[in-house]
């Protein structure tokens, strides 16, 4: 069992900067991949970006350049920062963690995000 614990959103104008934090806590296997989604209402969840255990990293296409994500191995956190925000990335963002072992995977609560225009 992995337990994630996020924390880091809120509410921010347009142009601000936020920083999200997930913090994996269990049995954490070595090969994973942690990542954040998002989920705005009536929207489906869709990929904001994922980091590998090897440091490999991929992002969805609307927070390129934009959006930065990390982690700490030691500490079994990922990070995102949010850099240039925008009204449409508006959504709970849920962070995830994969065993790319057995691809189990698990979801945080989720954290809101709100931008203001």
């Known amino acids: 069992q992995v337990q994630l614990v996020e924390s880091g959103g809120g509410l921010v104008q347009a142009g601000g900067s936020l920083r999200l934090s997930c913090a994996a806590s269990?049995?954490?296997?070595?090969?994973?991949?942690m990542g954040w989604y998002r989920q705005a209402p009536g929207k489906r969840r869709d990929l904001v970006a994922r980091?590998?255990?090897?440091?490999?990293?991929n992002y969805g296409d609307s927070v390129k350049g934009r959006f930065t994500i990390s982690r700490d191995n030691a500490k079994n956190t990922v990070y995102l920062q949010m850099n240039s925000l925008k009204p449409e990335d508006t959504a709970v963002y849920y962070c995830?963690?994969?065993?790319?072992?057995?691809?189990?995977?698990?979801w945080g609560q989720g954290t809101q995000v709100t931008v203001s225009s």
């Open positions: 980091i590998f255990s090897d440091g490999s990293t």
């Open positions: 995830n963690f994969r065993n790319l072992r057995t691809s189990t995977e698990y």
């Open positions: 269990g049995i954490i296997f070595s090969l994973n991949v």
